[in-house]
């Protein structure tokens, strides 16, 4: 089994915080503060991230199985970037133990298609898989180039790996993996639990329009557009982010009393 890294913060009704890739969990900074006066966060550690020593290569699947065993019955569940690929792929898995889920800075396709124009060119991740193997500390620094141009926001996730851990070769390129293969649209629409969608409209990784397109897909996304925000809405506009996380929760309680 794999063993995940879990903190836990707060009490209250269960919310569990999902990382993006190359990342750890000191990523969500006051986030999770602001979060544990009302919730009991519970900050997942993915595999081969952070402090993780989990050295082997994962798949989506493993990564599921664990956090089944691993998480609370029922939760509310946040996913940022590649997080949210596998909250949604969660969320799809196991429907009852997801009362509502967040997906921030993120969609059901990383990947352009045909179909999918909302979305990263596949070169890109090729290209970064291909970086991975030639010069991990390169490649990581390049995406972190991608995801803010606020020099404030660069340097704290700078200190996130810093202080919280880089990782190892096995569990990003394992991220990047799932990234470049997985097509969660079929689960985007068989969603049933409440769902809101946080988007920066300067994102470079995910552009505001997937959440167009995902409302094509399931009309009942709640999309919430930060019109300043790149990459990591958490961070450069943590107000607003609070502010909607917290109402889309209560909102979806009160539905289902």
Excluded at 134 to 150: G, Y
Excluded at 203 to 228: H, R, T, V, W, Y
């Amino acid at each position: 089994m794999i063993k995940l890294n879990i903190q836990e913060f707060g009490a209250g009704d269960n919310l569990v915080l999902i990382h993006g890739w190359a990342m750890n969990s000191l990523v969500w900074g006051g986030l999770v503060d602001a979060l544990a006066q009302s919730y009991k966060v519970t900050c997942v550690e993915l595999p081969g991230h952070g402090a993780s020593d989990y050295a082997l290569p994962w798949s989506l699947d493993e990564v599921l199985q664990a956090l089944s065993e691993q998480l609370p019955a029922r939760c509310s569940l946040i996913g940022w970037s590649l997080g949210g690929v596998l909250a949604l792929a969660y969320t799809q898995r196991y429907p009852n133990r997801v009362g509502s889920l967040v997906l921030m800075a993120s969609s059901a396709k990383f990947v352009q298609a045909e179909d999918w124009a909302c979305a990263q060119k596949v070169g890109v991740l090729e290209a970064f898989m291909q970086g991975l193997s030639e010069n991990a500390p390169v490649t990581i620094k390049r995406f972190l180039r991608l995801q803010t141009q606020v020099k404030d926001i660069s340097r704290q996730l700078k200190e996130t790996l810093s202080q919280g851990g880089n990782g190892l070769y096995e569990g990003l390129l394992s991220g990047l993996t799932v990234l470049q293969q997985a097509d969660l649209r079929p689960a985007l629409a068989d969603i049933r639990c409440p769902l809101l969608m946080i988007l920066g409209a300067k994102d470079k990784l995910i552009p505001a329009s997937a959440g167009e397109a995902s409302l094509k897909i399931n009309s009942n996304i709640q999309l919430s557009i930060i019109e300043e925000a790149s990459h990591v809405p958490f961070l450069s506009h943590q107000t607003e982010v609070v502010e909607s996380i917290t109402q889309f929760i209560a909102a979806g309680e009160s539905q289902g009393e």
